[in-house]
């Protein structure tokens, strides 16, 4: 004859089988939740690195711009410049800028205004971002 201490043992055997596999399920639910959870916040810094790059490259573009603008005393500055910029070096290996200049008018004083507008492109694998400045200068 079986005692009573066997039966009830068999019982929760059972309960405790199910329970365990309960557990596991939702442990292995959060740890595929935090993985992914990681992985955004790792794109999503990556991305910020690679914006602040190309944002880095449109003023670079805008500053080399700037020095060739205002290199020569001619009538037609805008024809010095020299783009588009390809970046060479550990920084901005990846990336160019293209630099467009275009007269917008000329003042009441006389002094003529000229616009900048400077477009980055940074390639980053398989990604690629994208930066425009612009900047207003007299001559």
Do not use: W
């Amino acid at each position: 004859m079986m005692s009573l201490s066997q039966t009830r043992r068999s019982r929760n055997n059972g309960s405790a089988l199910i329970l365990t596999i309960f557990v596991i399920i939702v442990v292995g639910f959060l740890a595929l939740m935090a993985t992914k959870n990681q992985q955004k916040m790792s794109h999503h810094i990556v991305t910020s690195i690679m914006g602040t790059r190309t944002n880095m490259a449109a003023q670079s573009g805008i500053q080399l711009s700037l020095s060739e603008f205002y290199a020569t005393e001619t009538t037609d500055r805008c024809a010095n410049i020299n783009s588009p910029y390809t970046f060479s070096g550990t920084g901005l290996s990846q990336c160019t800028a293209t630099v467009e200049c275009k007269r917008i008018g000329i003042l009441d004083s006389g002094i003529t205004v000229n616009q900048l507008v400077s477009t980055a492109r940074c390639q980053f694998g398989t990604t690629t971002l994208q930066r425009v400045i612009e900047v207003g200068i007299r001559q």
